[in-house]
């Protein structure tokens, strides 16, 4: 039973370039949330998507963009890249947002440096 | 800024020890979650306690959850070196879907063999 992959594991860009980060959810899964987590710090919430559509949004600006896949994988894309950008990216799947109280499955990241 | 905090930002103990984490938040919820990451990993979930219930065990960890003053503990009892890594708290603030969860800064473990 695959759990969530993420890739690249590490990627260097920098400022003002674009970048692409991409997810597949555990198995059975059909829901997927992207965190931002700066060294130090806690998860921050990105966006979700379910059914190929952006559900719920935190506080980034539109530089921050995603999409889902009919097989339920996801991608992160970030424009116009910012030195505070560099941080760890995980995505997280889970059963459908409508299931409160279903705990998020964390992938491993990707490492995001900006120079 | 992040709804959670946790406290102490940081606990170093010997192995065979007990372990209290400490997590505050600010809006009313509907569950809160803790979960562990090693260092430079993804989180790890260990335990969901939803908000109408007060205590939660899984194994060596006991989550205790107080709404009324909105706050939350982890528990490890007999600690091991394995569980040297950042814990989390993390909510569901009411009236919003799952999965857009609220995380604090975490408090980092150290269990000293």
């Known amino acids: 039973d695959a759990g969530v992959t993420q890739s690249p594991t590490h990627l260097i860009k920098t400022r003002g370039q674009q970048v692409t980060l991409r997810c597949s959810p555990k198995?059975?899964?059909?829901?997927v949330s992207w965190y931002q987590q700066a060294l130090g710090q806690g998860p921050q919430f990105i966006f979700q998507y379910y059914e190929e559509e952006e559900r719920q949004r935190g506080n980034f600006p539109d530089r921050f963009s995603g999409h889902q896949f009919p097989n339920y994988s996801s991608e992160l894309n970030v424009n116009a890249l910012l030195l505070g950008d560099s941080a760890l990216y995980l995505c997280?799947?889970?059963?459908?947002?409508?299931?409160?109280?279903?705990?998020?499955?964390f992938g491993n990241g990707t490492r995001l440096t900006v120079t | 800024s992040q709804q959670g905090e946790e406290d102490p930002q940081a606990l170093s103990i010997q192995e065979g020890e007990n372990a209290t984490m400490n997590c505050s938040y600010k809006t009313s919820i509907n569950n809160l979650q803790w979960y562990r990451q090693n260092s430079g990993r993804g989180l790890v979930h260990l335990i969901l306690?939803?908000?109408?219930?007060r205590e939660k065990h899984s194994g060596r960890l006991r989550v205790t959850l107080d709404t009324s003053k909105k706050s939350s503990s982890l528990l490890i009892t007999a600690s091991r070196a394995a569980d040297t890594a950042s814990y989390f708290c993390a909510t569901d603030a009411r009236n919003t879907n799952a999965g857009k969860s609220t995380f604090g800064d975490g408090t980092t473990l150290t269990v000293k063999p």
């Open positions: 198995s059975g899964h059909d829901t």
């Open positions: 997280a799947s889970s059963l459908d947002p409508g299931r409160i109280n279903s705990p998020l499955h």
């Open positions: 306690i939803r908000s109408n219930e």
